[in-house]
T-cell receptor
Framework: KAGVTQTPRYLIKTRGQQVTLSCSPI?????VSWYQQTPGQGLQFLFE???????NKGNFPGRFSGRQFSNSRSEMNVSTLELGDSALYLC??????????????FGPGTRLLVL | AQTVTQSQPEMSVQEAETVTLSCTYD???????LFWYKQPPSRQMILVIR??????QNATENRFSVNFQKAAKSFSLKISDSQLGDAAMYFC????????????FGKGTKLTVNP
């Protein structure tokens, strides 16, 4: 099975711009989660989508948003970029569901640099 | 809110030796899941091992094993016969039960393996 893929892998933007990152989960996985990784804050949960619905949300401003499509692919969008948004954005997929937490499998990440 | 603490920012081990990475967590839940993830320089997060809190038996995966002490809220990772390829950042993560794939991560431990 193909792993989790993320596009693009690298991105350079300027302050005030917006950006959209894409994540394709492992085939059959219905849950997609997004994490932001920075040297200062470490790995922080952004949000999780399951069956096209946002099921959980971290403590990030409304500039961070996401969505999931019927094929489980997910996108996250950051509007009005700030310098502090520079980070590695990781996507993870799992089978999802409402029982025991499934193991999450991570993509290679998108490295975003805001100038 | 759940928190995960990794008190060792850096550790080093000689090749073929054994090393133990520490992790403590705080939660009021009785059912949960604990994970160790490895992040090599390529930045791809790789699952090392998973432990369900309701299981008393410590999880083992080849050279990797955990010491899960539920009452003490401790979850350490032991790497036996360390190999150069084990060099990476290791993250301890907490997952909750039921309908959420959110993970709470520790700050990580950087493991160096010396030849």
């Amino acid at each position: 099975k193909a792993g989790v893929t993320q596009t693009p892998r690298y991105l350079i933007k300027t302050r005030g711009q917006q950006v959209t990152l894409s994540c394709s989960p492992i085939s059959g996985h219905r849950s997609v989660s997004w994490y932001q990784q920075t040297p200062g804050q470490g790995l922080q949960f952004l949000f999780e989508y399951f069956s096209e619905t946002q099921r959980n949300k971290g403590n990030f401003p409304g500039r961070f948003s996401g969505r999931q499509f019927s094929n489980s692919r997910s996108e996250m969008n950051v509007s009005t970029l700030e310098l502090g948004d520079s980070a590695l954005y990781l996507c993870a997929s799992s089978l999802g569901g409402f029982g025991p937490q499934e193991t999450q499998y991570f993509g290679p990440g998108t490295r975003l640099l805001v100038l | 809110a759940q928190t995960v603490t990794q008190s060792q920012p850096e550790m080093s081990v000689q090749e073929a030796e054994t090393v133990t990475l520490s992790c403590t967590y705080d939660t009021s839940e009785s059912d949960y899941y604990l994970f160790w993830y490895k992040q090599p320089p390529s930045r791809q997060m790789i699952l090392v091992i998973r432990q369900e809190a309701y299981k008393q038996q410590n999880a083992t995966e080849n050279r990797f094993s955990v010491n899960f002490q539920k009452a003490a809220k401790s979850f350490s990772l032991k790497i036996s016969d360390s190999q150069l390829g084990d060099a990476a950042m290791y993250f301890c993560a907490y997952g909750t039960q039921g309908g959420s794939e959110k993970l709470v991560f520790g700050k990580g431990t950087k493991l160096t393996v010396n030849p």
